[in-house]
């Protein structure tokens, strides 16, 4: 497994978040992580990501107990990326300074490689001609691409995505989607936090009902979303559809 949640438990307060989660994700799948507003999706997803502590259970990364706390995180960071729902690109910085920043200030890369990285990128996702762009010259669409992109820069093992597509204008989820559709094709391992089922349902190997915390029901997008077992799993999709 290259993701192993095992015993996740996550608490604010007296609030439990995650409540002894399990999740394994195998090298080069897409996993979809849907569950109604605060059942834990983004709280896992920083947790996978080392910005927020856990209070019990590990995380492995590639084998790896990256929760061990004589873990380097920035080492765990470099190999996970993760974008979320608003992009957070730097306004005043142009599209290949945004891209480039991590790479060179906290990667070690020099700024010539990270600069040719950069630009093998914004090519590969047709963004090339906005490289000397600020981002309000771009659209939401194309922000949430650079955004992806600079998390793809550091050629992370893991890509993490908390709603990329909902701060969109409904025109522009489609080039969202198809870049993460290309990043399928390619073999990158993705757990993809979404209110969208279509969404889900067209990119996902498998589909997570997070519940108060817990993984409540598993499978195929088909099964999960199309007959679910579980009566909770049924209620929530009533709502959302
Ligand atoms: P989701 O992404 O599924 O909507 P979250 O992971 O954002 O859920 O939130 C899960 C629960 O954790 C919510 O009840 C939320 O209020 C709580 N929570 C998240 N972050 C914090 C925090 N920093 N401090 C206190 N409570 C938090
Ligand atoms: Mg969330």
């Not at 499978?219 to 007959?227: F, K, N, S, T």
Request: proline share 5%; net charge negative; hydrophobic share 45%.
């Amino acid at each position: 497994m290259l993701l192993s949640c095992t015993d996740v438990r996550k608490t604010f307060g007296d609030h439990v978040v995650l409540d002894n989660l399990g999740l394994e994700v195998a090298e080069h799948e897409v996993v979809a992580l849907i569950g109604a507003s605060g059942s834990g999706k983004s709280t896992l997803l920083r947790c996978v990501n080392l910005l927020t502590g856990i209070d019990d259970g590990t995380i492995h990364l590639d084998g790896e107990e990256i929760t061990d706390p004589k873990v380097n995180p920035d080492l765990v960071r470099q190999k996970i990326g993760l974008v979320f729902q608003s992009y957070n690109l730097f306004p005043h910085m142009t599209v290949l300074d945004n891209i480039t920043l991590a790479p060179t200030r906290v990667h070690g890369k020099s700024a010539t490689e990270a600069r040719e990285l950069a630009m093998q990128w914004l090519d590969r996702v047709g963004l090339a001609d906005k490289a000397k762009a600020f981002p309000d010259g771009l659209s939401g669409g194309q922000q949430q691409r650079v955004a992806i992109v600079r998390a793809l820069v550091n050629s992370p093992r893991l890509l993490l995505l908390d709603e990329v597509t909902s701060a969109l204008d409904p025109e522009l989820v489609g080039e969202v989607l198809s870049m993460i559709r290309d990043l399928k094709a390619e073999g990158m391992t993705m757990v993809l936090a979404t209110h969208e089922m279509g969404f889900a349902k067209r990119v996902a190997d498998r589909v997570v009902f997070l519940d108060a915390g817990r993984v409540l029901e598993q499978g195929p997008p088909a099964q999960v979303l199309g007959d679910p077992v579980e009566p909770r799993t049924r209620q929530f999709l009533a709502r959302i559809i």
